[in-house]
């Protein structure tokens, strides 16, 4: 299929503040944010990182720090099955951020794309953050692969929050050529957002392709490990004249909270034809898929 001209996101920053009482008000609130996209134009919705930590605003009496992530894993498949068919009756895809998954006895922070034509592609998180390591606490484990995916004529990837600060990860990404990025992420702080945004940044102009990156506001009623979210929702484009110079195609501020169901960007008219076109033939000063294969770092003099 040839690459599209440009592609409309729904990026939805979602505010974790809004209590749920189950999972079926949980499918109900993203099955409306799906709506809202596709009326709007969107061919995809883009949620955060552990959008899923919503769940604990009805989680069971007594549950201490340490079984969060297991009681969100128990709960995953089941919620998984609510969305499976959002893409189908909305005819967009939907990238439904990250959960918990069980996998050989521990668990992964694992995102989930769902797309109009029944497909479900997972990808684990890489490069686990202190938090999610920490013994008495979010115990997660990473995966060992990342997943290429061909969807309406474009090549996409998604890198999980921490992962997108990492430049191996960008250097194994390029010679696959990714037409667009998805980066959900979860920043207790604008330093860490600042931290995941400017990377994603620069990872649009390593890779000469867009980068669409939205994370959770505010805090889960009832949470013992994230007392605050601070994020928004950027589109990032290499940093070409003929792309309007800055990389910045569309974003939202940073906030701390939200009076709503959180900011929502519709990215309107990403320019990934343009952007391939370019990477084919005729960037300023993009080397290409450049690796480091002929250079040597010498000892100290």
Not at 242 to 256: Q, V, W
Request: one cysteine or more; aromatic letters at 6%; proline letters at 9%.
């Amino acid at each position: 299929m040839p690459t599209p001209d440009t592609i409309t996101l729904a990026l939805w920053a979602t505010n974790l503040g809004r209590p749920l009482n189950g999972l079926d008000a949980w499918a109900a609130r993203v099955d409306a944010r799906m709506a809202e996209a596709a009326a709007a134009g969107a061919r995809m919705l883009v949620m955060p990182e552990y959008a899923c930590e919503q769940w604990l605003s009805f989680r069971p009496d007594g549950l201490t720090t340490d079984r969060e992530i297991p009681w969100l894993a128990d709960l995953a498949p089941e919620a998984l099955d609510r969305l499976r068919p959002l893409p189908a009756k909305h005819g967009i895809g939907l990238m439904a951020g990250t959960m918990p998954w069980t996998v050989a006895g521990g668990q992964r922070n694992r995102a989930w794309l769902l797309l109009p034509d029944g497909r479900v592609i997972h990808q684990d998180k890489l490069c686990l953050t202190p938090g999610e390591k920490h013994p008495k606490a979010w115990t997660l484990t990473t995966g060992d692969s990342v997943q290429i995916v061909e969807w309406d004529g474009l090549t996409i990837a998604i890198v999980i929050c921490l992962d997108v600060e990492m430049p191996a990860l960008s250097s194994l990404l390029a010679p696959h050529r990714p037409d667009l990025l998805l980066v959900p992420s979860m920043t207790e702080r604008r330093s860490g957002y600042s931290r995941v945004f400017s990377c994603a940044k620069a990872r649009a102009v390593e890779l000469m392709c867009a980068v669409a990156v939205t994370g959770v506001v505010g805090q889960t009623p009832g949470t013992t490990w994230n007392p605050t979210n601070v994020s928004g929702n950027a589109v990032y484009l290499p940093c070409e004249p003929s792309l309007g110079y800055s990389g910045i195609h569309a974003e939202t501020p940073p906030l701390e909270s939200h009076w709503g169901e959180g900011a929502i960007l519709i990215a309107r008219d990403i320019p990934v034809g343009a952007i391939r076109a370019l990477r084919d033939n005729g960037p300023e000063v993009w080397p290409g898929a450049w690796t480091a294969d002929h250079v040597r770092v010498s000892d100290p003099q």
